[in-house]
């Protein structure tokens, strides 16, 4: 079956655009949940939704958000951009219940801030 | 605040020889996943281990979990090339909803002939 898909995969902005990523997760799966990864605080939780739905948040600033939608696929803007966001954009996707545990992951959007 | 490290950060393997990354966490939880990331590439999940005692093997590769000792280890057996990634280590809080995973640093891996 497909796997997580993200899009788009690659792209550069300027400071102070905005920027909107999209997940689609495994078919089945209501769990979205999306990470930062930079070269100096690794990987960071940014937030989880379920069920249209956000269940959990990290501790990033407002300019982060996110949603889901009524299948399941999830969006995460950032706005304002600063250099610091210049990362790449994970989403992975799972069942959302306790007991499944495993989490997968999208080939990811590599975000440029110039 | 949950805190996950992995040492050691850098492990330069020989072919044939076996080698234990480790990954120590601070506070309970029950579950812990080891992901495997190539160069410019994704995770991709190598193990889910949901309770103390847990041990898992593929290929290679063999994890486990000690949740007394909030350690989980990852063990390589007769190190190849292929095997040469980036490998982390991630928590969830203990009795949260859904997840929210914290990652270790990163555990850089190079196997030379």
């Known amino acids: 079956k497909a796997g997580v898909t993200q899009t788009p995969r690659y792209l550069i902005k300027t400071r102070g655009q905005q920027v909107t990523l999209s997940c689609s997760p495994i078919s089945g799966h209501r769990s979205v949940s999306w990470y930062q990864q930079t070269p100096g605080q690794g990987l960071q939780f940014l937030f989880e939704?379920?069920?249209?739905?956000?269940?959990n948040k990290g501790n990033f600033p407002g300019r982060f958000s996110g949603r889901q939608f009524s299948n399941s696929r999830s969006e995460m803007n950032v706005s304002t951009l600063e250099l610091g966001d210049s990362a790449l954009y994970l989403c992975?996707?799972?069942?959302?219940?306790?007991?499944?545990?495993?989490?997968?992951f999208g080939e990811g959007s590599r975000l440029t801030v110039l | 605040e949950l805190k996950v490290e992995q040492n050691p950060l850098f492990l330069s393997m020989q072919e044939g020889k076996n080698y234990t990354i480790y990954c120590n966490y601070s506070?309970?939880?029950?579950?812990l996943y080891w992901y495997r990331q190539d160069p410019g590439k994704s995770l991709e999940s190598l193990f889910v281990l949901l309770s103390n005692g847990a041990v898992k093997q593929e290929g290679r590769l063999m994890a486990s979990l000690d949740t007394k000792a909030r350690l989980s280890t990852l063990h390589i057996t007769a190190a190849v090339h292929d095997l040469s990634a980036t490998y982390f280590c991630?928590?969830?809080?203990?009795?949260?909803?859904?997840?929210?995973?914290?990652f270790g640093g990163g555990t850089r891996v190079l196997v030379k002939p």
């Open positions: 506070t309970t939880s029950d579950r």
């Open positions: 939704y379920f069920s249209e739905t956000q269940r």
């Open positions: 991630a928590v969830d809080p203990p009795k949260a909803a859904g997840n929210k995973l914290t």
């Open positions: 992975a996707s799972s069942y959302g219940t306790r007991n499944t545990g495993e989490l997968f």
